[in-house]
């Protein structure tokens, strides 16, 4: 009777061998597939570590702030304020006022970098600013005509700059001719107004 005990002991010996590094190596493999799928979710996008006292950016979401965010019209945003602790690479503690009632503690998607240097019209959580050109190169000369097609809006900001320019030489006549009138009523003053046509050949 010992013969056929002591076969399957090894043979059970054998499978948990078995189970274990089979275990082992779909451990691995999820491992290598979670490593892929977090780079192809984490490709474009920037990792942004702060320290403790770093100046930030908070972005008032609806859930945490009802109170200060109950229009479209108020500020999605507030700052700048002090990082008190860092929890770990996404939580940071942050230096709230207790005015807010809430945890203090922000996840990185709620948190961007404040830079004291900046143009505080430019940063996009500061009310009354003119967030309308951010990113695009702005031309010197108005009525310089950009590379690429004419589209309806550069078509609307050529003809806005021609017509500022035509008011303002307009303007600048008027008081030239007063002036040259009273000085010599003989002489008429001319004045040449350019208009564009466009080409359809």
């Given at each position: 009777?010992?013969?056929?005990?002591?076969?399957?002991?090894?043979?059970?010996?054998?499978?948990?061998?078995?189970?274990?590094?089979?275990h082992e190596r779909v451990?691995?493999?999820?491992?290598?597939?979670?490593?892929?799928?977090?780079?192809?979710?984490?490709?474009?996008?920037?990792?942004?570590?702060?320290?403790?006292?770093?100046?930030?950016?908070?972005?008032?979401?609806?859930?945490?702030?009802?109170?200060?965010?109950?229009?479209?019209?108020?500020?999605?945003?507030?700052?700048?304020?002090?990082?008190?602790?860092?929890?770990?690479?996404?939580?940071?503690?942050?230096?709230?006022?207790?005015?807010?009632?809430?945890?203090?503690?922000?996840?990185?998607?709620?948190?961007?970098?404040?830079?004291?240097?900046?143009?505080?019209?430019?940063?996009?959580?500061?009310?009354?600013?003119?967030?309308?050109?951010?990113?695009?190169?702005?031309?010197?000369?108005?009525?310089?005509?950009?590379?690429?097609?004419?589209?309806?809006?550069?078509?609307?900001?050529?003809?806005?700059?021609?017509?500022?320019?035509?008011?303002?030489?307009?303007?600048?006549?008027?008081?030239?001719?007063?002036?040259?009138?009273?000085?010599?009523?003989?002489?008429?003053?001319?004045?040449?107004?350019?208009?564009?046509?466009?080409?359809?050949?």
């Amino acid at each position: 009777m010992a013969g056929p005990l002591c076969r399957s002991s090894l043979d059970g010996q054998k499978k948990a061998e078995l189970v274990k590094s089979l275990h082992e190596r779909v451990r691995l493999q999820i491992a290598q597939k979670n490593e892929m799928v977090a780079s192809q979710e984490n490709k474009g996008r920037r990792c942004v570590i702060f320290e403790p006292g770093d100046w930030v950016w908070v972005h008032m979401r609806k859930e945490r702030f009802p109170a200060h965010r109950r229009t479209k019209l108020h500020s999605r945003g507030d700052g700048p304020f002090q990082i008190l602790e860092k929890i770990n690479d996404n939580a940071y503690k942050v230096d709230l006022p207790g005015e807010y009632n809430v945890s203090a503690t922000f996840n990185v998607s709620d948190l961007s970098p404040f830079d004291v240097g900046e143009d505080s019209r430019s940063n996009s959580f500061e009310e009354m600013g003119n967030d309308g050109n951010q990113g695009r190169p702005t031309l010197k000369d108005p009525l310089q005509v950009p590379d690429g097609p004419i589209t309806r809006s550069r078509a609307k900001k050529i003809k806005e700059a021609m017509q500022g320019l035509v008011q303002t030489t307009w303007e600048e006549a008027s008081k030239s001719l007063t002036l040259k009138m009273s000085l010599k009523e003989e002489e008429p003053a001319l004045i040449h107004l350019i208009q564009a046509v466009e080409d359809l050949t």
